[in-house]
């Protein structure tokens, strides 16, 4: 089981990008992927979440309205699309796969798999 996180880089404020997290060993049927970040000097937190089979979207209250997470079943690979960014959402994205139940969306401890980070850099 992989996960491959890609597409972070330097963006000006207001500015977008789109991570991808690029899934093997399993299919998006399996398990759901969820977003989490960390900016340097704070903790680990979730951003999004895509279920699976239905394909049900939440997202984190900070992120509403900017952000959109996807999916391409074809090519088994989630996608979050990054607009509005702000200096605020400077950090490090990771994808995770698992199942959680809804109270446990937002816990590392829900997702089974993990990627590694991609940095994002949200500045002038």
């Known amino acids: 089981v992989q996960l491959q996180a890609s597409g972070g880089g330097l963006v000006q404020p207001g500015g977008s990008l789109r991570l991808s997290c690029a899934a093997s060993?399993?299919?998006?049927?399996?398990?759901?992927i969820g977003w989490f970040r960390q900016a340097p000097g704070k903790e680990r937190e979730w951003v999004s979440y895509i279920r699976n089979q239905i394909g049900s979207t939440y997202y984190a209250n900070v992120v509403k309205g900017r952000f959109t997470i996807s999916r391409d079943i074809a090519k088994n690979t989630v996608y979050l699309q990054m607009n509005s960014l702000k200096p605020e959402d400077t950090a490090v994205y990771f994808c995770?796969?698992?199942?959680?139940?809804?109270?446990?969306?937002?816990?590392?401890?829900?997702?089974?798999?993990w990627g590694q980070g991609t940095l994002v850099t949200v500045s002038s």
């Open positions: 995770a796969a698992g199942n959680p139940i809804f109270s446990s969306m937002g816990r590392e401890y829900g997702y089974k798999y």
């Open positions: 060993g399993f299919t998006l049927n399996d398990h759901g």
